[in-house]
């Protein structure tokens, strides 16, 4: 009787075989959920931006004109602070006036982030109407 003292070329040839056509249809996949979850944390980063300038604009009875069209990390103004944000730190926001109903916030992704670098989300807020995300 032959002992069996491991695998046949065939076999290990199916295997990797195998292993390809599942790295080449989910690695595409991983890659898009990364790309969603990387999209939501800018959504939740410019939600939490636009309240707290509304809530600003509440107490004031105004939009923050001093910070309106910066690029900041740190905004003492309106009390932001995005530095522990992972791939979005820096937000702008522009408006026609310090009394503009309609604003466009924007985050942009950290350039050291992979997964953030190039990445740019857009909010549309106006008063009294529901927000724009592009």
Do not use: C, Q
């Amino acid at each position: 009787m032959k002992k069996n003292s491991g695998f046949s070329l065939v076999e290990l040839a199916a295997v990797l075989a195998i292993v390809a056509i599942l790295a080449v249809v989910s690695i595409p996949i991983y890659n898009g959920h990364i790309k969603k979850s990387v999209l939501t944390e800018a959504d939740a980063t410019l939600a939490e931006i636009s309240a707290t300038h509304e809530i600003y604009r509440a107490r004031n009875n105004k939009w923050s004109a001093a910070s309106r069209s910066a690029t900041t990390a740190v905004n003492t103004i309106l009390g932001i602070d995005t530095r522990r944000n992972k791939y979005f730190n820096t937000y702008s926001w522009a408006a026609a006036s310090t009394t503009a109903p309609l604003i466009v916030y924007t985050v942009t992704g950290k350039t050291t982030e992979k997964r953030a670098s190039g990445v740019s989300r857009n909010y549309t807020y106006s008063v009294g109407a529901p927000a724009i995300i592009s």
